[in-house]
């Protein structure tokens, strides 16, 4: 974090002369890649609406880690999203409802459960108010490193699996007939969604996180000519909007996460334009 410092020192940046704005800066620069990549894959397997209803669980288990007494519930957010996502797959390899059907079942019982955990006994919603705004200032240096670490394995799963994952969402059974373990990696992709939303939910918020993950895709879509520039244009387009959201916020006072949805909305309308007027 040293170097870090060091290196923000020598940026003639207003907002950096506070620790807590680097370390922000830092965060996003880390969780940026993480929404890019993993939003081509989400976009991809038509599984939008999942990384919603996995915010929703990830809330439900830091209400229960809450109500447990654990001093970091974020841990029991991280199992209790990954418990949902193993459940989710299970259950959706073993039904024939439509997968937009199933999300929406998991994620109305997810919300459900959440409200009735954090009010049980009477207890008060509002000191769960920053998981829904979500506040980036107040990362800490351990959030940092587990982003970081976080980070390095969806790249390796991304190396691993992402052409995988792309033949399986465009025909799932010519990848079952070339050999490819469909089942695994569907599971290992809604577990590393799962961590993902999990430890972004402090930090950005619920009630936009969806957003992080389905626009910088969405975006990619309209001006990529192939593949490659698919994924290069998310995970740009994704710091883009992270570096600018931040400095937004702080000359406007305003919520981070909320300015950084508010541009890749603004680049998905300008994207969407350009591929008219190319087209």
């Known amino acids: 974090m040293s170097i870090w410092y060091t290196l923000c020192e020598l940026l003639p940046w207003e907002m950096l002369q506070w620790d807590f704005m680097k370390n922000a800066l830092l965060a996003l620069l880390l969780m940026a890649p993480l929404f890019g990549i993993l939003s081509t894959m989400i976009v991809t397997g038509r599984m939008s609406f999942f990384s919603d209803a996995l915010g929703h669980s990830a809330f439900t288990g830091i209400a229960i880690g809450s109500i447990l007494g654990l001093t970091a519930p974020l841990w029991a957010a991280v199992g209790f999203s990954i418990?949902?996502?193993?459940?989710?797959?299970?259950?959706?390899?073993?039904?024939?409802?439509?997968?937009?059907?199933?999300?929406?079942?998991?994620?109305?019982?997810?919300?459900?459960?959440?409200?009735?955990?954090?009010?049980?006994?009477?207890?008060?919603?509002?000191?769960?108010?920053?998981?829904?705004?979500?506040?980036?200032?107040?990362?800490?240096?351990?959030?940092?490193?587990?982003?970081?670490?976080?980070?390095?394995?969806?790249?390796?799963?991304?190396?691993?699996?992402?052409?995988?994952?792309?033949?399986?969402?465009?025909?799932?059974?010519?990848?079952?007939?070339?050999?490819?373990?469909?089942?695994?990696?569907?599971?290992?992709?809604?577990?590393?969604?799962?961590?993902?939303?999990?430890?972004?939910?402090?930090?950005?918020?619920?009630?936009?996180?969806?957003s992080l993950l389905v626009l910088p895709a969405a975006s990619a879509r309209n001006v990529a000519r192939n593949l490659r520039e698919y994924h290069l244009f998310s995970v740009v387009f994704a710091l883009i909007a992270g570096v600018g959201g931040l400095t937004v916020s702080y000359y406007l006072g305003s919520s981070a996460g909320a300015a950084i949805s508010l541009l890749l909305a603004l680049v998905f309308g300008i994207t969407f334009a350009f591929r008219k007027v190319r087209g």
């Open 83 to 210: 418990l949902f996502a193993l459940l989710f797959s299970w259950v959706r390899s073993r039904s024939n409802q439509a997968a937009d059907t199933l999300i929406g079942v998991f994620s109305s019982t997810a919300v459900a459960l959440g409200i009735f955990v954090a009010t049980l006994g009477g207890g008060s919603f509002t000191k769960y108010n920053k998981y829904l705004i979500g506040d980036i200032l107040s990362v800490t240096r351990s959030e940092i490193g587990m982003l970081a670490l976080v980070l390095l394995g969806i790249l390796v799963f991304w190396v691993l699996f992402s052409n995988r994952l792309s033949l399986m969402a465009i025909h799932p059974q010519l990848a079952s007939s070339r050999g490819f373990p469909v089942g695994l990696s569907q599971t290992l992709f809604t577990a590393a969604i799962a961590v993902v939303v999990t430890l972004s939910i402090s930090s950005v918020g619920l009630l936009i996180l969806n």
